[in-house]
């Protein structure tokens, strides 16, 4: 008897475990990256990062990317503009408007990855990253 009882708790424990996990998976919830002062760090797109409880930076999405693409003669490099969330409030940032500033702070584009692409195989949101620094005013 005692048998079957534990095979239904370990039945049941299993169940809440794996419905904690896809609850986990699905809302995204993940460590935020450390930020320092004047320390590089990088984001993916969904990702955010936290200056010890004063900034939580996520970067939401890629706008757009006209970047030149490799493969292509451009006569202008072109930009990549990217939407941040700083505390809440919504920002865009890019290769030519590279810093923005908030509550004391300038979060300056320090990089875009991929940094080259094929205008045949353009990159999709997932696969950017971009790195930032902060240093305050």
Do not use: M
């Not at 930020?35 to 990088?42: L, P, T």
């Not at 890629?62 to 920002?91: E, H, T």
């Amino acid at each position: 008897h005692h048998t079957k009882k534990h095979f239904i708790d370990v039945t049941a424990s299993l169940r809440a475990i794996g419905t904690i996990l896809l609850l986990f998976i699905l809302t995204g919830c993940r460590a935020h990256v450390r930020i320092r002062v004047k320390q590089g760090f990088e984001l993916q797109q969904g990702e955010s990062g936290e200056l010890k409880d004063r900034l939580v930076i996520y970067f939401r999405e890629v706008i757009s990317d006209n970047r030149c693409p490799a493969d292509v003669n451009c006569i202008q490099a072109g930009d990549a503009v990217f939407r941040l969330r700083v505390n809440g409030v919504f920002y865009r940032i890019g290769t030519d408007t590279a810093s923005i500033t908030h509550e004391g702070y300038v979060i300056e584009l320090k990089d875009v990855l991929p940094s080259t692409f094929v205008s045949t195989d353009r990159p999709e949101q997932k696969e950017y990253r971009i790195s930032l620094e902060v240093r305050e005013l």
